[in-house]
């Protein structure tokens, strides 16, 4: 297996686009230090009509990924074919998650995806210095978390964001 240093971002493509085209301008950005690497430019699939093809790239994906940011939008919840598939593969491969949650809430809300409602995720607003902090930090907090036989939803203090 190669070196897992790539993020996985998962979204609905028809709804949210525009958040995802952000991050990537983020990274793009010389003034912003966000530090990621899309998954999503690794390939892509061939024959982009094709179920099974499609999830054959992204597995080769997730294989370089280090961990899974959820966009969570309207309609993230109800999109069965693709974004459950990528956060059931990413559960199965023990990524740490980021819910990220479109509608500016801190925390775990009814948007949530029930594939990962009741998992060990944390849950942010979209924004640059908390998504990054998350990308940051919460990996090692996942391992702690789960080393402890912690559960479910996690957020982050007050105090983190008037620190950010």
Request: charged share 25%; aromatic share 12%.
């Amino acid at each position: 297996m190669g070196y897992r240093n790539k993020t996985y971002i998962a979204f609905d493509g028809d709804n949210d686009m525009h958040y995802y085209r952000l991050m990537t301008a983020w990274r793009a950005h010389d003034g912003f230090s966000m530090n990621f690497h899309n998954a999503h430019d690794l390939n892509t699939a061939r024959d982009s009509s094709q179920e099974e093809s499609i999830k054959r790239q992204l597995r080769e994906r997730f294989a370089n990924s280090k961990l899974l940011i959820v966009l969570i939008g309207e309609k993230t919840r109800y999109l069965t074919k693709f974004v459950k598939w990528e956060m059931e593969v990413a559960l199965r491969l023990d990524l740490p998650i980021i819910g990220v949650n479109l509608n500016g809430n801190r925390r775990k809300d009814d948007l949530c995806p029930p594939t990962i409602r009741d998992e060990l995720v944390v849950y942010v607003p979209f924004g640059h210095d908390i998504i990054e902090y998350a990308m940051d930090h919460w990996p090692a907090s996942y391992k702690m978390h789960q080393a402890k036989g912690d559960t479910g939803a996690h957020h982050y203090k007050d105090h983190i964001y008037n620190d950010l």
